[in-house]
């Protein structure tokens, strides 16, 4: 699922629509285990999660659509974090992380401080440290890595997802 969301960018860059993934058929397959589920659950993961979905398949669908007041695309960010995650320890994974939220939330403070009204969404001080806490429990960043680049690769639903699994199922 992590390499979809690459796949994905890669595909829109060259004018081709291919669907998303949304947040809830993620969360879904991952319910049965609880340890994957609760990392979909906590609100650091969704904050952080969300700001890459903000800077990258959000941004690049935004540009696609003509609107003049889309985030800066950091194409490379997920093969990065794809590529950090691998590497022994958490360490590599959240230095190359807590680089993105620093820039992010400086782009953000800039769209405020010029007068934008979309994408001023900033990961604050607890939703990161609630990440680096879920983040430290884990032997290594493979598995949360994983999970965070597909799940911020995801969109989220327009409907309320009672609506849209009820229109799923149907």
């Not at 959240?94 to 992010?104: C, M, N």
């Not at 990961?123 to 429990?137: G, I, K, Q, Y």
């Amino acid at each position: 699922m992590q390499d979809y969301g690459i796949f994905l960018l890669r595909e829109r860059e060259q004018g081709r629509h291919l669907k998303q993934l949304q947040t809830f058929h993620m969360e879904r397959i991952f319910m049965q285990e609880h340890d994957y589920s609760s990392m979909l659950s906590n609100p650091g993961f969704r904050a952080v999660a969300d700001a890459i979905r903000n800077a990258t398949v959000s941004a690049q669908a935004m540009k696609a659509m003509k609107r003049p007041d889309y985030r800066a695309i950091r194409y490379n960010l997920l093969p990065e974090l794809r590529r950090r995650r691998t590497l022994p320890g958490v360490g590599p994974f959240l230095d190359a992380l807590g680089e993105f939220v620093a820039s992010y939330n400086t782009e953000s403070a800039r769209r405020l401080e010029l007068g934008k009204r979309t994408g001023i969404r900033r990961v604050t001080t607890e939703e990161w440290s609630a990440f680096v806490e879920l983040a430290c429990r884990q032997k290594d960043a493979s598995v949360i890595g994983a999970l965070l680049c597909a799940y911020a690769s995801c969109r989220e639903p327009r409907q309320p997802t009672s609506e849209v699994e009820k229109d799923v199922s149907e």
